[in-house]
């Protein structure tokens, strides 16, 4: 554990410099070896660490296109942050937080992943950037171990009531009103189009077999006509009532019926919507409603001797057992306890074996057994759904943000209230 110190800072100024911290050239004089800026309790920052730290930073000002701060600016700001980087990654060693290089690589995996790249290739991209790869790595362990320290002490410890979540839900409602993303063709009045007209049915059967966007670049008169009609996202009071009405009642994906209007007929297609309750819009959640008898191997019972056992149990279920009364018989750990059924489950929280065992398994019926994650198991899949989690996305997504707010908050009182307690000395120009 850190120790509890009254905070030593030692900060020595120079003649000729009003800021409490020094200019990068007056280190041109100083020799090449590398010196200490600071002491951190039982760590140090280093004039390297400074200079490496700045020169990111800089670059990515220059990335950004924006103006650089002063040096002295930069120093006062980039030197904070990395004595807070050399308390926060003490603290964590004493309470027992350590980021394992496997979750590391996991996590980078992922960010190349979602990429759209390998590692390797992100390795590449960030150093044809400009950028270096370890420092990325470890820029993702510090993130990584901060937000554990974060959870175990704050976050975790923060309480937020359903009275708040469902206010931030209303204030996000009425703050960002339903946007709808629309597609026009206008067929103008003297062109010989009539409702039941062979012309106008002509264009109806085009769109059930071609892109919209080719049709109204092709037949609309519309003022879009040349870019496939789109009118591009509009909010419903900025659209005529004749288009309003027709939208409430459409799903994304879906072409109007042609509307009459003093100007001719038109056709509109709902492309896209958002902050709206359109059914394209929902969130979709595939579930399954399970049993199990879950027997794991160890050293009196390997796999092919539990194997048998699943095989014999299953028999005894097709012979008229019950599944509730063999699994609370021979199943192991919670399952056990509640008879087998551990109710729904969503589809996207399976371990990979696991939801190929479920996906494999037949409804109503006694499948298995199957070596999965969680040991062998015998399952019976009753019922399978799409739930609409959307209200429970939306309350989800609430309720972090407003945890990642408090926590910011009690995170800055947290860390001074940790700064005050360990020695600190600053060592500037000296």
Known sequence: MINKKIVTIFICITLNTPSIFFSLKAYEEYESLDRVIAVV???????????TAINIIIDQFKVANKKI????????EVLERLIEKKLITQYAESIGIKIENQYLDSVIGNIAKKNDLTVEQLRIQIQSEGGNFNQFKEGISYELLLNQVKEREITSKIN?????????LKKTSSSSPPEYKISHILLKKGNNYEIGGEKLNKILNQLKTEKFSNVAIINSQGPMASKGGVLGW???????????????????????????SGNGIHIIKLDDAKNSDKKNNRIFSEQFNIN??????????NEDAIKKKMENI??????????????????????????????WVDKSAMLPEYKVAVESSVLGKVSGPFNTEVGWVLLLVNEQRNKDITDDKKKLSARIE??????????????????????????INE
């Open 69 to 76: 701060p002063s040096n002295d600016i930069l120093i006062k």
């Open 234 to 260: 509009k909010k419903i009071d900025e659209l005529p009532q004749l288009f309003s009405e027709a939208i409430t009642k459409m799903n994304i994906g879906e072409v109007s019926k042609p509307l009459m």
């Open 402 to 427: 407003i945890l990642q707010r408090k926590t910011k908050i009690k995170y800055d009182d947290w860390y001074d209230a940790l700064k005050a307690q360990v020695h600190i000395e600053i060592l």
């Open 41 to 51: 309790e039982k760590s140090v920052v280093t004039k390297n660490e400074l200079e």
């Open 160 to 168: 937020v009531s359903d009275f708040e979540i469902e206010s931030m």
């Open 314 to 343: 299953k028999n005894q279920m097709i012979e008229g057992l019950e599944f509730s009364e063999a699994a609370a018989k021979f199943s192991e750990g919670p399952a056990s306890l509640l008879e087998g059924a551990i109710g």
């Open 292 to 301: 199990q008898i879950v027997i794991k191997t160890n050293e009196i019972n």
